[in-house]
């Protein structure tokens, strides 16, 4: 028979186990850190009708779309967990509960061109709250504790959240009797990280047709650094001369304000008067979330307020604030980074059994008795010699190995060998549990992000 | 602005919040049961190459799938989630460990006809042990162990797992000369349960051309039943005359003798001579699940021992024995049925904090401090009347309502409100977390499925 060479589609994420295990944990960690927040988890279709997912129309993302025929439909795969959660709201609007907390962990879509760390398949992990009418601003002070505490139960220390806030910015420039060209400012403002204060004031002046006074104006204001206070402080010089202006100060004030009492250390978060994002999207606060020692990977989670969630789908004002993770990008990024704790246990059983007799039965008894305590037990019956058998532990990283021979079974005890410290011990069974699920307890490893302090 | 109507394709599940979170637990409960087992998680993408995922070629699946084209490649959506495991296993040989063992819980795609109940889109949750060359009996004998407790888990209580073997079946048409019409003889007895044995019988004499005496051989040997202990002695009167049936009772012996030290009650198991299951594909142990109030939903839970998985990517002798659930088909059976334990705990937070300060400090900090002891916890910050924040405490199934006014805060006390009894207190800060705590504990509502005994 002719065969087929097996392989997976560049741009396509797939990996071995033990990298599947430290995925699954970070899931894992992402959906209970979001539970704690009271989100409630969604799951929606990845093909949607496309006259349905491309309402919203045009824009970069069209070309990227895997979009199909079946039958008669036109399909596409969903390239983001945006647009179906406001198909969703303003199907459902009537059956959910406002303000509507959801997040949603599930891959996307989008067919870029393939390059190394680029993805056609990947996970996002969103959050969104979603107001009827109305969104107070706590929910904005919120995001950055969500943030935190994501990150910090993955294991990753060295991060910083930044905020600005899109009133501010659109009041600035109003102030400045800039508001036209303002879109395209602050998209030259963006890119001061990557060409810094010398090109951006020379595109201001010469691309964006903004005076050599404005442009001045401009990178100053930018240039506000310092702790949070200073930089609050600093823009307080502004108010009184935009009323967007001063109520997005007042949320920034709000935002920071409420900070410590929702756990968020100030060297974790910094407000930052350069960043903008979506530009046609977000109204509010905006937030990015930097890796201190990659700042070359950009943005890890972001997001912001909105006002209009579902716009093209209902008359419906539908306020939300929301953060993404792109999660396949950002393990990636940990992987080739050398973040990935391999101290972890990533083995897919805490025990493996090894009958030393032709009856099976004792073994099998003692599998069941095991995973009745709730310890992952692995019975392994193939007719191998004892080296095969031991390899075959080692290789799968297992932390206990349970010999089970004549002498044991009439004995009524068992042989342990704890494969991490090398020490074996034939205790009584109860004897020999208790061993083992001390030996758990102590840990499987610490969190999967190894990060310096 | 001109409004989309927002939808969700027919054949593609999309589930409330509550029924949601039913779903999030049913997943949970296997991927904890399949983890017991010692089976390692797996995700491979949705996307393969059309060459590669029909590389098996032909059948009725064909049809149905989802085939496309992005650029120059030829790329289908997965159907099931056996072809990637096979090719991912080709692939990965070397860096493999076998037995390899994994569990994957994954949409797959399939174009059928829209009817109730039958989706295009649904949840597959597979386990498969893969042998390296060879496979022992006695990872056939686990299989109905994993379903037992998969499904006790879940709730289910009234369920039957059906076990045949198909070298029983082969060896029983060989002593009777009939080799050549088995396939067609097993597709006909396979229809037992629905068109009944008269009719049965009829069938093999005029259209599979099986001799008068023939037929009554056949149906006095798929009349066997009885305990386990009575068909396999019945059994053993065919004992002699042909190689592959005594092979085959021998693995159905080893398979049933096995059951207890595995924790199967004899209650749950059944050996079935009518059942047949993929002919092509299977080649040993096979396995159906059967709900014994609802015989007409069919198999719930499928699989068997199979020689050969990746035969068409591979020269290697890659042996194996898996089991499927279909989820979502499940899921919906359980829903339509009235399954589903809507005692289940199944709001986004345990706790609602309803601050009834201006300043939202105080509130916040509870939050954090609820979250950083592990209880689900969301602030209410939104403007409303008391009565429309208690209204969506409610809705949202909350078990508890903390409030926080000027006097709690003062005396550094909370006021709790347990939503399910009605009961309300007011206790230093400490001794309240630790009556939620108590509460929470006490139980969240039972299994996901409520099953009569």
Redesign the interface.
Known sequence: ?E???????SG??????RR??Q??RMMEVLRRSY???????????????S??LL?KGGGETEKQI?R????D?D?SLRFDLTVPL???V???YA???F?F??YQIG?V?R?ERAQRGRF??FYQADIDII?DG???I??E??IP?IIY?TFTSLGLRRFRIRVNNRKLLTGFYELLGLTEKSGAIMRTVDKLDKIGPEKVKLILTEDDGVSAADAEEIMSFIAITGTNAQVLEALERYRGRSATFDAGLDELNTVV??LS???VPEENFAVDLTIARGLDYYTGTVYETVMLDHPEVGSICSGGRYDDL??????RKLPGVGISIGLTRLFFVLEDQGYLNDALLTA??DV?ILPMTDD???A??L??RL??A??????Y???KKFKAKMA?AD??GVPYVVFLGEDEISAGKLSIKDMRSGQQITEETDAALAFIAQGLAAGSGGCVILDRE
């Not at 539970?35 to 009708?49: N, Q, R, V």
């Not at 199909?68 to 039958?71: H, I, L, V």
């Not at 579902?310 to 008359?315: E, L, R």
């Open positions: 028979m065969k087929i060479k097996p392989r997976t589609l396509f994420m797939e990996l071995l186990p599947q295990m995925m699954e539970s704690l927040y009271g989100f409630t988890p969604l799951d929606t279709p990845a093909i949607e009708a006259e349905v309402a895997y199909f025929t079946k039958g439909a399909l406001a198909k969703y303003a199907m459902n059956q959910l509960t303000p907390r959801r891959k879509y067919g056609r398949e107001g109305a969104l107070d706590v929910n002070a919120e504790s505490r304000g409420y009492a929702f756990g579902a716009g093209y789908y209902t008359d897919p059983a493996l099976m039965a004792p099998i008894s599998a069941t995973r009745e709730g310890i992952r037990a692995q019975l019956s193939e007719k075959y290789r799968l």
